[in-house]
């Protein structure tokens, strides 16, 4: 198996800024996100992303933004094609609303053909914290592998998004836990920019963007 390509796979997304607030049952943040708010000057489409490896426990983190409306990438945010590992994984079967208590939720079902067949379920869950789904100031989507491979022992990651001081700036902060057989750090965070240059691109109306 190429471990680097299944590391890769499970790049998909999230943060933990205030933990004051109380966010619902299933979305709620992993951990804190060390990467810091942009401090003065405009505002651009640029991700900053740090990682580390603790203990063969991979912890990655990204923080940008999108020049547009919290609800415009909100709705953006629930495509599923946006969110899922479509570069380094060769089948992905999707079943949207499968947990019907969530805002919106989809299940997906990944497989990857190398020297072996390696498959995955992913399970995703989309949820407003504060403010409203047509309005949001703070949401949250967050995934979990829940079952397959033993390749992959753990993989977990959430998306938050803040609104701004600007009506027309949202805020994206990432945040990524996997721990598998293989690959490194560069593995996540390329699976990280990914998911972000996705989001952008489709609030701004474009398709997912293309796989590098």
């Given at each position: ?5 299944i590391?890769a ?18 979305l ?60 380094s ?10 947990e ?7 299940l ?6 190398n020297?072996?067949?390696?498959e ?15 309005a ?5 989507s ?18 938050e998004?803040t ?10 902060a990432?945040?990524?836990i ?25 609030t701004?109306?474009?398709p ?5």
């Amino acid at each position: 198996m190429n471990a680097p390509r299944i590391l890769a796979v499970m790049l998909l997304v999230g943060c933990q800024d205030n933990i004051s607030t109380p966010f619902p049952a299933g979305l709620e943040p992993i951990e804190d996100n060390p990467v810091p708010v942009q401090q003065g000057g405009a505002r651009t489409e640029t991700l900053v992303t740090q990682a580390m490896d603790s203990g063969g426990v991979i912890h990655a983190y990204g923080r940008g933004y999108v020049l547009a409306s919290p609800a415009q990438v909100w709705l953006a945010s629930k495509m599923a094609e946006a969110n899922v590992a479509l570069c380094s994984t060769d089948a992905q079967m999707i079943t949207p609303n499968d947990e019907p208590d969530y805002e919106f939720s989809f299940l997906v079902h990944y497989v990857v053909h190398n020297f072996v067949t390696v498959e995955w379920d992913d399970q995703w869950r989309f949820g407003t914290v504060e403010g409203t789904p047509e309005a949001p100031t703070i949401a949250m989507s967050k995934h979990q592998k829940i079952a397959g491979s033993d390749f992959l022992t753990q993989s977990a990651g959430t998306a938050e998004l803040t609104a701004t001081d600007d009506p027309n700036v949202t805020e994206l902060a990432f945040v990524e836990i996997l721990e598998a057989a293989g690959g490194g750090d560069s593995d996540v965070i390329k699976g990280i920019q990914h998911h972000y240059d996705a989001l952008v691109s489709v609030t701004h109306g474009g398709p997912v963007t293309a796989c590098p």
